[in-house]
């Protein structure tokens, strides 16, 4: 049963182009949604977070967009960068211990 | 880095042999997860521990089983490997209090059950 649902697989942006990651999610409880970059061979690392009570939040050049009524969420790379080539799994996580459900993770490819 | 080391990095097992994974923190953290990655399924959660003896199931549970006697190591146990179990194991921790702590990563332990 996968509770969140991410989009698309993989995904193609040249340098300088705009890269949106979307996920949704069914359970209701989930109150923490992070985003991990994952490069090969190393563990996910924690790129941006956000809580349902924001619509909203910007770090630098990667931006979570949230919408609670649609149990959607999505991440967005700005004037993405070669460097930024890797794979992106989004992540819900309610009051119980802090347990994560992934999504399927998106392989993103920046081309120079 | 988070201060979470894996070991082995690597391990090539037959069928039916048991495994032990070990997760080693010097963070001092409260919770520990263990999740395989498999490719389409993104990370599933395995085991967690939320204190020194105190263990829970997760979503893959079946054939895995965990022991956490220290704060700092929480170990993964295959009791009898099987190709099904062929994945990248990951160990997390996480300080704990609020619900939106986050979780950090080690690198990962390969494992190939042939």
């Known amino acids: 049963q996968q509770q969140v649902k991410q989009s698309p697989q993989s995904l193609i942006v040249q340098k300088g182009g705009i890269s949106i990651i979307n996920c949704a999610y069914e359970?209701?409880?989930?109150?923490?949604f992070p985003w991990y970059q994952q490069f090969p061979g190393k563990g996910p690392a924690l790129l941006i977070a956000?809580?349902?009570?924001?619509s909203e939040k910007k770090e630098g050049r990667f931006t979570i967009s949230f919408n609670k009524s649609a149990k959607q969420f999505s991440l967005h790379i700005m004037d993405s960068q070669p460097g930024d080539s890797a794979t992106y799994f989004c992540a819900a996580a309610g009051t119980s211990y802090g347990k994560l459900t992934f999504g399927q993770g998106t392989i993103l490819t920046v081309h120079p | 880095d988070a201060g979470i080391t894996q070991s082995p990095r690597h391990k090539v097992t037959e069928t039916g042999t048991p495994v032990t994974l070990r997760c080693h923190q010097t963070?001092?953290?409260?919770?520990m997860y263990w999740y395989r990655q498999d490719p389409g399924h993104g990370l599933r959660l395995i085991h967690y521990s939320y204190g020194v003896k105190d263990t829970d199931k997760g979503e893959v549970s079946d054939g895995y089983s965990v022991s956490r006697s220290k704060t700092e190591d929480f170990l993964l146990t295959l009791e009898s490997a099987t190709s099904s179990q062929t994945s990248v194991y990951f160990c997390?921790?996480?300080?704990?209090?609020?619900?939106?702590?986050?979780?950090?990563f080690g690198d990962g332990t390969r494992l190939s059950i042939l």
């Open positions: 963070e001092n953290h409260r919770y």
């Open positions: 997390a921790i996480r300080a704990g209090g609020d619900s939106n702590q986050p979780q950090h």
């Open positions: 956000i809580r349902p009570d924001v």
């Open positions: 359970n209701t409880a989930f109150d923490y």
